[in-house]
């Protein structure tokens, strides 16, 4: 199968800008070039991998499946094109790392800054994603490694845990509840609540843990990202019960954060690997400074 790997190039921009237009400017290329490209490709895979409508462009089910193998494999020739003796002495190379956000906020930029200042070519790919998404990008090696709280009981990959931490009450200070040295769970269910989505892997830990005390959650707004959840909180639409991680790590003018009992809900964070990988010894140096840069300020 012969493949040309610019139009490899031309798939791969045009599917993350969803642009024929903004990706031919991306590789100048005029627009019937790049069509031409792509076209090449999908006659040389015998499948479509775009849709195109007058205003968008959609991944065909295919073509959402080929992308990350696509991107990995440009990323790899990328990486493999560079000079051997450079990548051994982790003076250059590529780093991709899949983070669920509160984790990528609250501690990658400071690893980063240490390792960029002592390898400045080093380049770094951080997809920051939910639970699920993460999990499943290391399983499929579209990644490095991941840092996530799914995996413990995943067999097609290694769990290394981090950090353990509670789950809190987030409330603006002007609610009833914003005084208090604690808040039970069974208070957290009377009032106007605002949670992750049931996919969400936060909310699975806390489901599972309060079933066992009849505790059940029954949220009046459901977000998809904490931060969301944060933001309305502080807006005045409800409450939130969220990991100490995603609470603003210096005191919040208009926010207060209440430790969560009866029962004490905390999730695991560590890192994910694929069993026996062998990471590239820019990602192997990353993996050991984050290591050691986490475990000493916890």
Known sequence: MNVDLEDLRAFVATAEMRSFRAASDNMNLSQPALTRRIQKLEAVLGVPLLERTTR???LTAVGRDFLPRAKRLLDDLETSLLSVREIAERRSGLVSIACIPTAANYFLPDVMGQFAAEYPAI???IL????NRVLQSVI?????????????NEPEVTFEPLIKEPFYLACRRDHALAERDQVSWAEVAQNRLITVGRSSGNRLIMDLALADEEIRLNPYYEVQHLS?????VEAGLGIAALPRMSLPADPHPFIAAIPLVQPTV???????????????????QFHTMLLSRWRRDR
């Open 266 to 284: 905390s999730r695991t964070v560590g890192i994910v690997r694929v069993p026996k990988s062998t990471l590239s010894p820019a990602a192997e």
């Open 128 to 131: 920051d994603a939910g639970a």
């Open 228 to 232: 969301t959840s944060l933001g309305m």
């Open 140 to 152: 499929s090696r579209e990644v490095d490694f991941g840092i996530t709280l799914l995996g413990e």
């Open 56 to 58: 968008r462009v959609f």
């Open 123 to 125: 380049r770094f790919r």
